[in-house]
Each structure stands twice: as C-alpha cells, then as structure tokens.
C-alpha cells in the first residue's frame, strides 16, 4: 500500500522537492501552502496558524485515504535585522509560524497515526544550534524546533510514531527573497546580505529533500539530522567546542 504523505510549504523550494521525491518513490502526496499552488500532487490551500483549517485538511485525506503515515513540517519563514528595530508583531508572527503551528500540528496528526504509526519530520535549522546574529528570532524558532522534536520523540515512541528534526544549513531556495528584513541598521543589512550570498552559493534543495526522504523511511530514525558535509561539521564542532567560542566565530563571519 502506497505511503500517504503531508507536507506543509509545499509550493516551492524545500518542500516541493520532497514533494516531487516522494512521488517519484510511489507515495500519495498531499500539499499545503498558504498561496494556491498547481502541480503534480494535491495542494490545500491553508496558513499552518489556521488551526480550523488544517483539522479540516487531515480529516478530509484521512477519509479519502484511511491513513497518514507521514507528516513533514516545512512552512516557515525568515525574519531578520537588529532585534532593537524588530516590532512586536513580527516576532509574534515568526514564532506563530515556524514553531506553534508546528507544534500543534504534530499534536493533531497523532490520532490518525496512532494505529498503524508513522513519521514526523520537522525541519529544523543549523542556526537554530549555531544562532545567527540579526537572525535571532530565526534562530529562536529553529532551536525551538529541534528541542520539542526531541521531547515529543519519547511521548510517541510507545505508538511507534518517530519523530526527526532535520537540520539544512545553507540551501539555494526563494527562502533568501522571502526573507523579510527589518529597520534600517547598516551592520544588519551587510550581515543578511553576506548571509543571502552564502544561502546562494548553498545545496540544492533537491539534497535536502533526500535526506527528508531518507528520515522517513528508516527502520529506527534519527532524532536529529544535518545535512550534508559542512553542516554535520558545524554541529560536531558545537557539540566539542565552548560556546563562547563557537559564538567568537559565528561574530566574525557575520558582524
């Protein structure tokens, strides 16, 4: 029986690669994304903070479907700037998206999991555990991420309900055009600009997706994965490293 998968933000760059990936591998794809999107698969179109909303969703491909046994939490977006020039709404709105729709997300998919189990793939961010500087919130919400997808790992384990954060690091996606920058700080806006550059120069998001997919179907998977080369070395070295250090660092390459 074909894998009947969700993925939040499936429209473009990450999500929609993983999107594409799984159907290529036979599974049932089901989309969200806040704007109306067109394509290969069917693509609710929902904001993940419209919680009436996405009941309505699960339960409709429940029904179609009598399973789910993925769900891969994408949607998100990038606010950045001196944190002095920040407004409360754009924090508020950032930690709405990127970590309580998520959260209560993972809380409304459990029951139709908990029969057969399934998968919840979180992505996560290296900035969440190598905190970006006029990125704060960004980061916040990323450790936010990584943090509960532990915690939410063990309450699930009995139901046989896996839980991985995954954890890109630079990735060339209209995420960088996305990204909303605040104020008018100078410093700020070299630091973003320097980071879009990096973001450009960064893995596809076609490499990423593999390591979603690749999360989702392993026996027993892991509670966190970077990936590729470079992020899996930045986590190594903030495991080993002091932070002070690792924050010296993070200073001059992005101050």
Request: charge should be positive; aromatic fraction near 8%; include cysteine.
């Amino acid at each position: 029986m074909r894998k009947v998968v969700v993925i939040t933000g499936a429209s473009s760059g990450i999500g929609l690669s993983a999107a594409r990936l799984f159907l290529r591998k036979g599974c049932r794809v089901y989309g969200v994304a806040r704007k109306p999107f067109e394509g290969e698969f069917e693509c609710f179109s929902a904001d993940v903070t419209d919680t009436a909303a996405m009941d309505n969703i699960f339960r409709e491909i429940y029904a179609r479907e009598g399973r789910i046994d993925v769900l891969i939490n994408n949607a998100g977006f990038g606010i950045a700037g001196a944190m002095e020039e920040a407004t409360p709404e754009a924090v508020a709105r950032i930690v709405e998206v990127n970590l309580t729709s998520l959260c209560v997300l993972c809380g409304k998919i459990v029951p139709y999991m908990k029969a057969l189990g399934g998968r919840i793939v979180n992505i996560s961010s290296v900035g969440g555990i190598m905190p970006l500087p006029y990125q704060a919130m960004y980061s916040a919400t990323k450790a936010g991420v990584e943090v509960f997808s532990r915690a939410l790992a063990n309450e699930l384990k009995p139901y046989k309900i896996f839980v991985t954060a995954v954890l890109p690091g630079d990735t060339k996606t209209e995420f960088t055009a996305a990204r909303v920058c605040e104020g008018n700080d100078l410093r700020a806006k070299r630091s973003v600009e320097k980071m879009a550059r990096d973001e450009q120069r960064g893995k596809s998001p076609e490499s990423v997706a593999k390591v979603i997919y690749r999360s989702a179907n392993k026996r027993r998977p892991p509670l966190r994965v970077a990936v590729g080369f470079v992020s899996k070395l930045e986590l190594f070295l903030a495991r080993i490293v002091p932070v002070r250090f690792v924050n010296f660092i993070i200073r001059k390459m992005y101050c």
